[in-house]
Each structure stands twice: as C-alpha cells, then as structure tokens.
C-alpha cells in the first residue's frame, strides 16, 4: 500500500522559499500516476498546487504558476515542492497526494486524490 | 475558471439521511469526487466518479450527478460522519475543489 510522508520547515519568513518533501513509500514513484501538492489555509477549503509525472513532466494551478516548482527525485523516490516570494497567505496545511490513479473496479484511470500524506503545517511570519 | 458551490453546513439527525449537493455549469458531464475531512486529518477520498465507493467506505455514502448539481447522500448518519466535505472535478487539466460542506450530526 502506497503511504506518503511530508518534511521540510515548518516556520518560513516572508518573502523567501517554502520548500517540502514528499516521501513515497510502499509502491512506485515511477507508476504512471500523477503526485500532487494540496494546501488548506486555516479554517479554509482546499487548494491544489500542482502535479508532477516521473519523468518530469509538470502541470501547476494558474494562480500559483509564478512562484511554484514541483520537481522529483526517483532514486530517493520522491518528490518536492518549491514556493517562492511567500507571504503570510501561504500560511496553509501542505498535504502531498495521488492525484490520478489506476482503478481495478472500474477499470478506469481516476483523476482524483486517493491517496494523501498526513499534511504538514507551514507558517509564514517573521 | 471553473467553479463549485456547496453549501456551508448541512444539519442531520442521527439515523437520518444528509445530502450535500455541489453545484456547477453541466457538471453532470463531468465526474465527480468526494472527500470526508475530519479536524486535525487528511481528506480521503469517499466517493469517485460520481457514485463508486473506494474500498472500506460503507455503503451509507453515495452520490449522484446530474444537470448542474451532483449529490452526497450520507444514509443512517452516524456520529462518526460529523466531517467536512468537499467535491472535486478535474477540469481543463486542473483539479477543482468545492467550498466545503460542514456536517453536524444532531
């Protein structure tokens, strides 16, 4: 069973980097699911930052394209998150999550989260 | 872009049944998921596309979509499903969630 895990600083000052690891354990980073980032600002909804394929490929949400890099890691099996120029805004719950994946009842590729780390808490504040 | 609205509570009765719609432009052509959130925890998945349970979620939870409305149903609700819910569609290669949806069980 896939798990993944989130790291990374929990306390980032305004206007540097927000960077997180997402550790993928129990199955293959190099399946052909997509790994995304998700944040929730406290008390608010669900954001989704963006995804990343194996090889690289990337797909990010307009509103954060600017200041986002997704990259990944396969010998570590692994995948990060980079956002720059924060501000207290991104004051958010980051979770790391299978965004499209392969269902063996419907036999279907499912473009949904169906698998999500713990979450991680990250403030911006000086 | 595309947007979905839910409403920001929804009340239900123990052993009652709770609906909790998400309203979007001709959603019913899209699939849609749905995710149960309980406070201090990750959001997992309770319905996909529409109306399929993943494994281990009871038979309580269902869904529907049709027009510019899909619907969770939560049958026989238990305290246990006092969570907040959102829906999800991936539209023009993004993921969109709903708003949100509180649920009290009374």
């Known amino acids: 069973q896939v798990q993944l895990q989130e790291s990374g600083p929990g306390l980032v000052k305004p206007s540097g980097t927000l960077s997180l690891t997402c550790a993928v354990s129990g199955g293959s980073i190099s399946s052909s699911s997509w790994w995304s980032w998700v944040r929730q600002p406290p008390g608010k909804g669900l954001e989704w930052i963006g995804e990343?394929?194996?090889?690289?490929?990337?797909s990010y949400n307009p509103s954060l394209e600017s200041r986002v890099t997704i990259s990944v890691d396969k010998s570590k099996i692994q995948f990060s998150l980079r956002l720059t120029s924060v501000t207290v805004a991104d004051t958010a719950v980051y979770y790391c999550?299978?965004?499209?994946?392969?269902?063996?009842?419907?036999?279907?590729?499912?473009?949904?989260?169906?698998?999500w780390g713990q979450g991680t808490m990250v403030t911006v504040s000086s | 872009s595309y947007e979905l609205t839910q409403p920001l509570s929804v009340s239900v009765a123990l052993g009652q049944t709770a609906r909790i719609t998400c309203g979007g432009n001709n959603i019913g052509s899209k699939s849609v998921h749905w995710y149960q959130q309980k406070p201090g925890q990750a959001p997992v998945l309770v319905i996909y596309?529409?109306?399929n349970r993943p494994s281990g979620i009871p038979d309580r939870f269902s869904g529907s979509n049709s027009g510019n409305t899909a619907t969770l149903t939560i049958s026989r609700a238990q305290a246990g499903d006092e969570a907040d819910y959102y829906c999800q569609v991936w539209d023009s290669s993004l993921y969109v969630f709903g708003t949100g949806t509180k649920v009290t069980v009374l």
């Open positions: 999550a299978r965004g499209y994946y392969y269902d063996g009842i419907t036999y279907l590729w499912i473009r949904a989260f169906d698998i």
């Open positions: 990343i394929y194996h090889s690289g490929s990337t």
């Open positions: 596309r529409d109306s």
